[in-house]
Antibody, heavy 121, light 108 residues
């Protein structure tokens, strides 16, 4: 059974940093691209970042470019999102999602349950 | 950057009716077009990938079609559990993705 478990969310002040983690199991992690997708309260889905199986191809939404960094550790079956210079508009539920292929194609064959990030003073 | 526009924003239908949801891209896109269903308090669920392929376990009443800039999700006969929000998603280049704004299918 595929499982994606996010952690690391919480309440943080504007301008501070947070690191999200996603622990994957039930599939061969290094065969697939992975993504972070967020959803602000009452809003739609927003793709944040994606990374190919070997970290050779990485992309970011314009809204987070230069502030967020995605990475993965295939030996630990884990995906990460380092979030710096956080803003109020980054407040959202952050989902980890497994792609269908090794490179970025269809984002979410499987999804975690999300970790909530709240940016507020 | 590609923008995906979904229409209508809200679709009010009765169980048993046919639902037709549209996703239009601002420029011609690849065939990596997916559709997701999301219910309140739940993570999204993949319905259709590569524009027309049903994901594992998805009922046959869900179908996807289209190419270029215009894509459609059709639910042939709405079941009570199908009332939800639907999103389209497209990969615009090697590592860039966009979601549409969503269509809410509500009970009339």
């Amino acid at each position: 059974e595929v499982q994606l478990v996010e952690s690391g969310g919480g309440l943080v002040q504007p301008g501070r940093s947070l690191r999200l983690s996603c622990a994957a199991s039930g599939f061969t992690f290094d065969d697939y691209a992975m993504h972070w997708v967020r959803q602000a309260p009452g809003k739609g889905l927003e793709w944040v970042s994606g990374i190919s199986w070997n970290s050779g191809s990485i992309g970011y939404a314009d809204s987070v470019k230069g502030r967020f960094t995605i990475s993965r550790d295939n030996a630990k079956n884990s995906l990460y999102l380092q979030m710096n210079s956080l803003r109020a508009e980054d407040t959202a539920l952050y989902y980890c999602a497994k792609d269908m292929r090794a490179t970025v194609t269809n984002v979410g064959e499987y999804w975690g349950q999300g970790t909530l990030v709240t940016v507020s003073s | 950057e590609i923008v995906l526009t979904q229409s209508p924003a809200t679709l009010s239908l009765s169980p048993g009716e046919r639902a037709t949801l549209s996703c239009r891209a601002s420029q011609s896109v690849s065939s990596y077009l997916a559709w997701y269903q999301q219910k309140p308090g739940q993570a999204p669920r993949l319905l259709i990938y590569d524009a027309s392929n049903r994901a594992t376990g998805i009922p046959a009443r869900f179908s996807g079609s289209g190419s270029g800039t215009d894509f459609t999700l059709t639910i042939s006969s709405l079941e009570p559990e199908d009332f939800a929000v639907y999103y389209c998603q497209q990969r615009s280049n090697l590592a860039s993705v966009a979601f549409g704004g969503g269509t809410k299918v509500e009970i009339k």
